[in-house]
């Protein structure tokens, strides 16, 4: 396994890309994401563990999606059963895919810990006020600036908490699924290949930015043509469940042009 260093142009490839092959299978790809959300809200409601348990299985989702993007590349269609992939290889592979998702686990939970530490709970009073306030805020612009001030410097918090998680584990689940790396050597290879990278990365971001930034641009004008905010309303939902498909379709390209494999990569 040998790690790519990509130009920085290579982050607006990866999304593009990404869009391409989502287009290519539309409604297959919804239809797993759509599924995969089913199945994580259907753990995440088992009682103590529920939220512990998503988060675990979460590594081995991601293997799934990126499968299922090399699937539709290479001109297979993806079945039900490719989210299943990181489980399906060997045992040995499936006990390294779910130590990989404790590890997750519990770098989200001791995430959210330092986080709440840090930010008091401001940002669960906010959410839970939120509904109270919504009155004040539609008509006080004072109000409405406040709050959305407020609310932003708990998600920027939350955000660069985060990062060293998203850093640790961007690349991990598929260096251990198709190169067979230990769950803890994948962390160390993931954050090399993603800080060595970086400028492509923040590229790959704002470019994610600038699609979702059009897709309201898009929905708005759609409904000002109408004459309705319905097709706002209505139609966030979906656009914002194929935003997210689209984005973890990307997510093969990012590992894919990052490291080159010793042999073939298999599907």
């Known amino acids: 396994?040998?790690?790519?260093?990509?130009?920085?142009?290579?982050?607006?490839?990866?999304?593009?890309?990404?869009?391409?092959?989502?287009?290519?299978?539309?409604?297959?790809?919804?239809?797993?994401?759509?599924?995969?959300?089913?199945?994580?809200?259907?753990?995440?409601?088992?009682?103590?563990?529920?939220?512990?348990?998503?988060?675990?299985?979460?590594?081995?989702?991601?293997?799934?999606?990126?499968?299922?993007?090399?699937?539709?590349?290479?001109?297979?269609?993806?079945?039900?059963?490719?989210?299943?992939?990181?489980?399906?290889?060997?045992?040995?592979?499936m006990r390294a895919m779910l130590l990989l998702g404790v590890l997750f686990a519990g770098g989200v939970a001791l995430t959210e810990a330092i986080f709440g530490l840090l930010d008091g709970g401001h940002l669960a009073q906010l959410q839970a006020s939120a509904q109270k306030l919504t009155p004040d805020l539609a008509q006080n612009a004072d109000a409405q600036a406040a709050f959305a001030a407020a609310a932003l410097r708990s998600f920027a918090l939350l955000a660069l908490l985060s990062l060293p998680v998203t850093i640790l584990f961007w690349h991990a689940p598929a260096l251990v699924h198709w190169h067979g790396v230990p769950p803890v050597k994948s962390l160390f290879f993931s954050a090399v290949a993603v800080l060595k990278n970086a400028r492509a990365f923040v590229l790959y971001g704002l470019a994610w930015l600038l699609i979702s930034f059009a897709a309201s641009l898009l929905l708005t004008a759609l409904a000002l043509v109408a004459g309705s905010t319905a097709i706002i309303e209505y139609g966030i939902a979906p656009v914002g469940l194929m935003m997210t498909a689209m984005v973890l379709t990307s997510l093969w390209f990012t590992f894919r042009d990052s490291f080159s494999p010793d042999t073939p990569v298999e599907g």
């Open 1 to 93: 396994m040998k790690l790519n260093i990509v130009p920085a142009r290579a982050g607006v490839q990866w999304a593009h890309s990404g869009v391409r092959v989502f287009w290519r299978q539309p409604l297959a790809f919804t239809g797993l994401f759509f599924l995969l959300m089913l199945v994580m809200s259907v753990v995440a409601i088992v009682p103590m563990v529920g939220s512990l348990l998503m988060l675990a299985l979460t590594p081995a989702a991601t293997v799934g999606f990126m499968a299922a993007t090399e699937h539709v590349q290479a001109g297979r269609f993806p079945l039900p059963t490719v989210l299943a992939t990181a489980f399906l290889r060997s045992p040995r592979n």
